[in-house]
């Protein structure tokens, strides 16, 4: 780990350190107890500064892991891209127990690089996944490029949240329901 990394690192560690420690910690110290990452690419704390949330390579993609601040140990392993054109953007928390996703998929149209998003969600054990980003109709005229992005974490229930959403237009062969508007709301 180079020294300005490593800087980083004990900066970012100091900060997660309750300001009631007794004593100033070493960055192996913290290493031992949060767990060394040699390339960490973003992270969140949770709203109760409980766990925190790092996304780093992993073998074939990226890793998202949950570490527990209070009780400490290595972080687990949630998520796991399978290939590297599936990338997670960033993992923030609606609440103390479940993460919210956003990730990025590259993939070959035709004889050209294309990029789209979705939005997942996720309990912090790895469990209840759910992909927030809503799902496209078989009737769809086009591509739903946008997964969505939260713009508003006070919904009106706890872990609800107002999201944007890219609107497709829909054939209408057969159906007289089908959806027109081509926007993002």
């Not at 900066?11 to 960055?27: E, G, K, N, R």
């Amino acid at each position: 780990m180079n020294s300005r990394l490593a800087g980083w690192a004990q900066a970012v560690f100091a900060a997660l350190v309750p300001l009631s420690a007794p004593h100033a910690q070493s960055l192996e110290e913290l290493a031992a107890r949060f767990g060394a990452r040699e390339g960490v690419m973003s992270m969140s704390l949770a709203p109760d500064g409980a766990h925190a949330a790092i996304i780093t390579p992993g073998p074939s993609g990226q890793l998202v892991m949950v570490i527990d601040l209070i009780a400490g140990g290595a972080p687990k392993p949630i998520l796991r891209s399978s290939q590297a054109s599936e990338q997670f953007s960033r993992c923030l928390w609606p609440t103390a127990s479940r993460l919210v996703c956003y990730v990025s998929i590259t993939t070959k149209l035709t004889d050209a690089l294309a990029r789209y998003s979705r939005t997942i969600a996720v309990d912090s054990d790895g469990s209840n996944l759910k992909v927030v980003t809503e799902r496209t109709s078989s009737r769809a005229l086009g591509i739903t490029w946008n997964g969505g992005s939260i713009i508003d974490w006070t919904g009106d229930k706890p872990g609800w949240v107002m999201m944007t959403r890219q609107f497709v237009p829909e054939t209408d062969i057969g159906t007289r329901i089908a959806q027109r508007l081509r926007a993002l709301a």
